[in-house]
């Protein structure tokens, strides 16, 4: 049986859609069957103009926005948030506090939730955007996958690498041009690849 996976994700740069690219094709590799979203914008186009996140956002504007009840449809739900002040953002916010019937009827108990983000410095909030984030699946009754050691890429030193074991993470930079990294793209798709094996066996 292929497990269901769904990527969901918001990206002001693009940063976390590469990675959520890069996740995607880690759920692909196991074989399972994979859907990405993107969760809905909500802030003023003029704005996002004026910061230039308005053309970054082209690359993926063909990604449909998800809609809560879809994820009762996935065997697994993997999230990708940029980071604000330690903290998801506040689109995946939005989307979350649109699941109160969902958590009412337990519509996402037993299925595999996992987490990946972005932040602007080394030491931005990366382990407290993705931990913080856990607490809301659990509030969901969700199962926790994270990024365990056995993944080589976390032990890496050569150079500045986003990377823990909650969860695959990159930096953009003060100014959003640095991009993620191989290393980082490599844990991402490790992640992709966990959390779909495990919803398979759970599935089965």
């Known amino acids: 049986m292929n497990a269901k996976v769904q990527v969901i994700f918001y990206s002001m ?19 399972a069957d994979v859907k990405l979203y993107q969760v809905s914008e909500l802030v003023p186009d003029d704005v996002l ?3 230039g996140a308005k053309a970054a956002r082209q690359a993926f504007a063909h990604v449909p926005v998800a809609k809560p009840e879809q994820m009762t449809e996935a065997d697994a739900i993997i999230f990708g948030t940029p980071t604000r002040f330690g903290n998801m953002c506040a689109q995946m916010r939005n989307f ?33 955007t993705i931990t913080s984030f856990h607490s809301t699946l659990l509030h969901h009754g969700m199962i926790i996958v994270g990024v365990p050691y056995t993944e080589s890429g976390l032990l890496y030193l050569d150079e500045i690498t986003g990377g823990t074991p909650y969860g695959a993470s990159t930096l953009g930079g003060g100014d959003g041009s640095r991009q993620p990294t191989a290393n980082e793209l490599k844990i991402a798709r490790f992640q992709g690849r966990r959390v779909a094996e495990i919803a398979a066996k759970l599935a089965r």
């Open 13 to 31: 740069y693009g940063h976390v859609y590469k990675m959520a690219e890069e996740v995607a094709a880690g759920v692909r590799d196991a074989g």
């Open 96 to 128: 979350f506090d649109q699941t109160g019937q969902l958590w009412f009827k337990g519509g996402l108990e037993g299925k595999v939730g996992s987490v990946f983000t972005s932040t602007a410095t080394q030491h931005g909030g990366q382990e407290t």
């Open 49 to 51: 103009e004026r910061v």
